[in-house]
């Protein structure tokens, strides 16, 4: 099933890196998404179907680990990649 919100490009887990990222900095949309859906208490396996378009019944295990991965980075990039990407702006 395909899911017409999923962005195009989106890996399974993120590329990670303690700065930021063309995966970031590409997928910025995302990451808004996932901690919206976390501030709405969302499951991983609904932020997987509804966000990357994987069905977390057909597979639960790849389905929470790339929400676990997407929404980690989402958090990092909240504390620590907008300093960076807002230093970049200036």
């Given at each position: 099933?395909?899911?017409?919100?999923v962005e195009r490009g989106l890996q399974e887990e993120v590329p990670w890196s303690e700065s930021l990222t063309t995966y970031d900095r590409e997928h910025f949309t995302t990451y808004l998404r996932f901690l919206d859906a976390?501030?709405?208490?969302?499951s991983y396996e609904e932020m997987a179907q509804l966000i990357l378009g994987i069905d977390p019944a057909e597979e639960p295990v790849r389905a929470r680990k790339a929400a676990r991965s997407h929404l980690d980075r989402a958090n990092w990039m909240v504390t620590t990649g907008c300093k960076e990407l807002f230093s970049e702006r200036e």
């Open positions: 099933m395909q899911y017409p919100q976390s501030a709405d208490n969302a």
